[in-house]
């Protein structure tokens, strides 16, 4: 019986943020191993330094991802099991292609690709070759987002009627007024259409609001009216929406990376007929939870929680988990459903796929496209 | 030279409450005294009992508004200088026009009316015989949005990029779900369309946010697309709009009476290119400030302020102010601009009719009046 | 019957900021009219213009209160019924008692006087005349306190096992340090033992939290050892305090002049057998109540309230109170229970005399000189 | 060059909370590799199945400390170079001078050990042999801790006047009151004085208050007068101390396992002649900061820090960093110092050994015996 998987990554050198993140996640429940990778494309040295880093013999850090599928999927022994794809989002179709077609696991950032074409062909490359793929929406992973999902599953707060979702951000507050800085290198690849796609802000943060209230709601987006601001940048920075779920619930989304005071600041507020729940990203180990009539309870990770999160949870409560603890737990998931299936084991647990999937990755994409035909055709509705 | 003023009530019998807070709010600075009165037609007992209890003299407590408006219009000493009108919404219009037809000024709750047209026509004769005409708005008359309209207006968030309002409050929670109480009594005249008009919750809640937050931002809403939800009743209960400044900004409106967990959930919030500022009903003298690029700044009534809002302040920071001040603020700068105009001053400072007035009253309907449009419309944008 | 109650008030001119506190909150009930004062011994001037502003009749604007209790005292109609003593510290002995004996009922702000000694003979001439006698300790005026002190009565905590009380401002925080203002106007009275008696900080501000502490708990602080920070001065103006009840249960006292950030931050927090409740007086209209074992609740006002608490209630929930309210709170109990003195009725009703008395002044001063001696003794324990 | 460390560990079996944190934490940064262990001495089978579930080979797992101690110190290869101990308090002496003595580097949990004298000899042990010895004093890990202690030293709340600590947690709840379980399980050697010495709460969370305090200060406490609650039970369970700080700051501690709503409550407060600082463990990545006479702000981890709690930096502003974190950077150091003592390079730098220390855990045990000893006497004051 298989206990530690393989993988190899790619995009995520050293100073890189999100794919340090991958990492370490993994690391915490120690289920898998980096074995092979190809850090950087367009820097061989900090490719090679990456994989040295982290201890990877030479003839698994990779020039390119094309070698390293080839080179993985020909091994015999020791092949990597899962690939983790860290890249610029303009990359992530044509990499999850080529290890979905030698039949290797994926996990992958969001946004998953940049049309819903490409996204619907590698949700049936996926279900076809049996690979399972997960789309890195990290705040699912939260132990209180899945306490909310749930509670609303539950019947807590009744039929649904309104979502709140939002995530503001201030880190291009720079971009906007008299003082732009046009040339800020950070910004660069989030707001250059060939490397983000259509969107900035939607693509970036506005499809966490999605799918994270999709998750709670039990519900995904049906329609939608979006205005996006560009402020004069080819991309947006700031979005707004009306949007309906497909159980009928309405609601706003919003987003923004020129909001003062907001660092990231994602919150979902669902109101039903019976209550409603709040949860707020920055203070994640607490949950608003108020049934109707009665005052507003705040509910605190482990003290007061149930089932699912119950049994996932990791430290006592009052003991803050933090976003490491929410990519954790998506691995933890991703990794066992990996070994049951290594094992020959079902997945058949309620709870066995929790992570979010290229199902989602494709919802994203769609999510993304609706919100740029809507405003495109001055902000009408749209269906997606 | 005149230092007390006389005010007649129309509607606010003793257990009302907005008439009360009326009342109370005005006997707080000791500006107006209430000398006539037709409280309830309805209920003659209870306009009798109210007129007497307020020390009223016989003759003065009036069966109807008609009897009243002709009554003191025909005296010729202690004749009231004021009217508060705080009946039901469908009788607004022709009590204001009656008095206004006698010279005489005007307190009137909002909605103003049921229509453009009427209010159009209230602000037009209002203009001609040189009425003043308040309508309480009452959120405008807190301490902590007037320091946010200086600090927007002197330029602390720079250009404003979008604003965020929403009034939540869970009142009507039962009549949404499996137990409905249709016959509640509670809620009938604001869920009955002769009374309340064309709707319940945007014209009882959604035109504060529009009136506060046209306040802060110095610049009205321009367009909008709303969806209402009325949940099987014949008027709104929750409501979510796209809107358009007159400035360029764009935002989300929100309300809704069925939302658990918040009882008068007025907040505004406003991003610019130069910082934000956050502002919340249930904590008025408090207001989140983030320039740009720094941390957020609490500032706190009367220790962090200036200005006009400085001077207006009434006691020391860190003592509540509460709602009632609020509404006392408007009366001190009604009745003082009262005040002026019968001794002969001039109201020219910048801040001498910082009262929301009949002109807001109209802009109030026209909001209304676009809501709904738009949402029969399918939620497309309409032009207020 | 008799409705309306007539009361004088001793201090207070125009600009004073808790004389004017003291009007208004008489007025907002209106069941008193100012028709006597003498606003100011040292100031005619501002004596006279405040007492024309308030409509006073010129021959009951007195020069000295002496000259005004002999002659309301000497009236045989229209005499006061109650004085509102707002003078500084050190006077509000001899006033006290000059009325007292001539049986005018008194309210007077806190603290009552500066030796046990003298509150001691306060409370017995108080009791022998048979006047009411209210010692202005405003936040137990608070709807929430109350309803606090309901729910600790009422078991819902269980028996109380530990009491944090902590009331912080930062007003004299320029007196610390190194740019010590010691001219500044401000402070001058404060600290100044002259008019302040032996303490400052613990004398203003500590004493509401073992006032406020000890009506939620319904037990008073039997035992203490305190530390009086006088940073140069000669009174202190930051003080820390372990307490013990007479019902055993242990706590903290802070009190603080200096406490950058905060500005009338009176909190009390009680732990039980059963629970826990808090209140924080900046946010009055919430009390955090947490059953043992359970989510804490955020209990509103009117929302969730229950017994004399709701009864007593102003305005609906999510409508900020606020201060002046909670001071009109112990006027309408203060005066309603002279009314029902004076048109020969009972007041044996549980909360017919729930307002501050001349005990509870009693108790304030025992509670100074406790501090101060305990201090001056090595921050021993002393009893009270 | 060595890279990586080799640690054992002592306690801490699979389902064990804090040496799940202990290993987790080091994996996140991937210094050491645990190859050695006796998890427990008590159930062989936990034991051995704990090192199985880490790959450490089987000779490497150890049937106690002492069979521990004496293999590892006689290998010439890969040896462990440090050990890190998770056992209950009573334990922590003995084995703990046994690996010092034989020159093996020490990760310590808190409590130190039981006397100071015990806790004396630690420390003078492990600087004749020269051995890195870290107390996990877990709170002083987080980047706002960090950057709170910066800032009080850079000057930014100028001298130190005030200090209020407090822990507050609600586990134990059920040990008081009308149900007392005396026989549950769960607080079973945290209330036995065999296992955990002379106090419970005091040891167990009161010493992180003065850690935590002392840290962010600058300044230990020198004096205190403590009341220790017991509740009928052998040790306490609740405790309220008065502090006096070498730098001449007074303040109040308390710290509770009996208050019901708090979790894991840690906060420290810290007041100054030039403003003050204010930090909650439950919410970490904030820290309030006042500069005096100015608006509070919330500085946020990532955004609003510098120095070395920017260049510690983890992931970027507003996503959670949590406890996992805190833990993660005190190892972080620790094995940083180890490496570069393992190459000759000196840890001269101002953060290099910026680990809670042997010396931290000398304190805390005077500070644990200095509120028994006070609380003995009547709660008078004990110098520490």
Known sequence: MRTILRYGQIGGTLNAFIGDVHRKAISIDGQAELVAGCFSTRNPEANVATGEHYGIEAGRIYRNYKEMVEAEAARTVDRIDFVVICTPNNTHYEIAKAFILKGIHIVCEKPLCFTATEAEELCRLAKERGVLFCVTYTYTGYNMVKQARQMVAEGAIGKVLDVKGEYLQDWLSDEVGDDVHTDRKLSVWRMNPESSGITNCV?????HIEETSAYIVGSPVKRLAAVLDRFGHPLDLNANMLVEFENGAHGTFSCSQVAAGHYN????RVFGTKGAIEWEQEHPDFLRYTPKGEPTRILTRAAHTGGHALEINRIP???PEGLTMAFANIYRTFTRALLNKANGKAN????DLDFPTVEDGLRGVRFIEGCVRSDSAGSTW???
């Open 203 to 207: 693509g970036d943060i506005g499809t």
């Open 265 to 268: 600041g994602l919150s979902i």
């Open 317 to 319: 409560s009052g003991h």
């Open 348 to 351: 058949d647990g309620e709870w």
């Open 382 to 384: 749209v269906e997606l």
